[in-house]
């Protein structure tokens, strides 16, 4: 009972806190920003702490009175050492790698603060997922997963970090509401036709190292393949020689909205699958979408610029609005 009444007591404490309203990172916790109130543990001992004064004091017996005595310092002094483990302690920046629609999202929380004191112990929690983070000469970092529902922009609200430390007794906690949102990729088409022809010259090539013919002889580097190195040509230069091969290069692939007659998410879906399927294949591709176009191009670069675009298209709803 008296678990739950204090849960409930610090989550009525939390509607109220610093801060209201997101904040740009970093934001740094001082006295106004920290809250404590005693555990379970905590209340328990302020109760038996009661008991024994108030027994000390009826039978005059002075060893249980100092014992009490001590004891209440000793709490008393957990209550300051609980908030001096998040005074000064700054959270200087959420982040996390973006993921489909439906996958849990590993977010991290980078903390910093004085090296000069240790800092441990720190509880972190956000969305339902909690992590511990201990800081090393001033910086730690607590990883989270939470998960994912809709691509777009996706607001974390608010980071609790709190500590219980050094003995149990009293719970210090501060809130920290970053306003940067983190971006969820559209969930891929599970199965998708495959990728649409290319378009353009198909009669261009390139240098790639699994090539059939061979371009040209370049020096060596590191990493080459000893199956690569042209030993003769080397003997007589006296350095490492390496055939360059080429291959013919595909045709760039166009991957355009308009073509699509399909409902507005199951576009983005399938769309999204084909950007993956383009980069696992190695081709070149340009994502044609209303009022924007992407491309040609490939790499871990363009493809998140292509899910990017992706994600963050108005739903089929705001664009009928905008319509209308």
Known sequence: ?????LAG????????????????????FDRRRIYVLPTAFGAFFVALLAVMLLGALNYNNNPALLLALLLAGAGNTSLFAAHLQLSGLRVVAVDAEPVPAGASMVVRV??????????????LALGGGQAFASLVEGAGEARIAIPTQRR?????GRVKVSTTRPLGIARAWAW?????????????????PPLPEGAGDASQARLHPAGDDVHHLRAYRRGDSRRAIAWKPSARRGALLVRAYEQPQGADVVL????LGLAHEHR??????????AEREGRR??????RQEIGPGRGAVHRHACLRALALLPSATDTVAGHG
Do not use: K
């Open 1 to 5: 009972m008296v678990r739950g009444r």
């Open 9 to 28: 007591l610090r989550a009525r404490l939390g509607s109220l806190a610093r801060p209201r309203a997101p904040e740009p990172l970093p934001a740094s």
């Open 110 to 123: 980078h903390l910093r603060a004085d090296p000069a004191r240790s800092r441990r112990g720190l509880r």
């Open 152 to 156: 777009g922009l996706l607001h974390v």
């Open 176 to 192: 920290a509401w970053p306003a940067e949102p983190l971006l969820v990729y559209p969930r891929p088409e599970a199965d998708a």
């Open 256 to 259: 355009d909205w308009a073509t």
């Open 268 to 277: 983005i879906c399938r769309l999204a699958r084909w950007v993956d399927d």
């Open 285 to 290: 591709y340009m994502l044609q979408l209303p």
